[in-house]
């Protein structure tokens, strides 16, 4: 059983601090819903536990099985068990889906090992099929020209495939009309088990529908203000945050005054923006 543990996380972008002391803890066959209003920290947590370059952690600590995950490369956390579907995934050009969801399933094998091209065909195909997508998915560029559910859907493929310990899956509800969140949540069901932690960033409770939440967690300010059962959510989608924020003595609850403009969305090509 995966334990991710998050303790006293600081971080900043630029000269920005957005995340501000947060703590979770993330056991396998747990799912955690984090909500919260816009530019309060959720997807930034993301892109920390990922290994986003233009973000640095100043103070703080996360570990997946007593392992310092802040001393890992993107790949090695990868490798080691963490996923991430995004909110808005990257469009690849010139690389087929089954090219690359193989060559992310070689690079976890040990140097000897080679993956069983029948058997990845197999699961492959089948996993296209119970996301109810096209299937010549398998031969189209990674995300090039998927509309926005085809995108989301796609990530849940990578993730059935690759199999992770501890998932993080930033508004996969975003953008999905009815039928398609039902699919998506299904299968995101159907994988939930003692392997499994999930971590669903959210906006709203509808997604809890197909994909029951054992913990709740409001972050505003970039950290976790408040923690409860499926009720905390209900009580949020009938009646906002005002009453947290008269709760807590928050009169604004974003992250230094920030926006959405000026937030750095994870799907963006993260070598790319280091670069810039």
Known sequence: MAILKITDLHAKVDDKIILKGVNLIIKGGETHAIMGPNGTGKSTLASVIMGHPR??????????????????????????????????PSEVPGVTNSDFVKTAM?????????????????A??????????QPDL???????????????????????MLKPTIAILDEIDSGLDVDALKIVGE???????????????????????????DHVHVMMQGRIVKSGTTDL??????????WLKTELNIEDERVNGEDDASRIMLGTCATKEALK
Do not use: C, W
């Open 55 to 88: 973000y640095h952690v100043t103070q703080g600590q996360i570990t997946l099985d007593g392992q310092d995950v802040l001393e890992m490369s993107v790949d090695a956390r990868a490798r080691a068990g963490l996923f991430l579907a995004m909110q808005s």
């Open 138 to 160: 398998p031969h189209r560029y990674l995300n090039d020209g998927f509309s926005g559910g085809e995108k989301k859907r796609n990530e849940i493929l990578q993730m059935k």
């Open 106 to 122: 070689q690079s976890r094998l040990e140097k000897d090992e080679n993956l069983s091209l029948f058997k990845f065909i197999r």
């Open 124 to 133: 492959f195909d089948h996993a296209v099929t119970e996301l109810q997508m």
């Open 233 to 242: 959510m209900k009580r949020i989608d009938a009646e906002g945050y005002d």
């Open 187 to 213: 299968n995101v069901s159907k994988m939930k088990s003692n392997a499994l932690g999930l971590l669903l960033i959210t906006h709203y409770q509808r997604i809890l529908d197909y994909i029951p939440a």
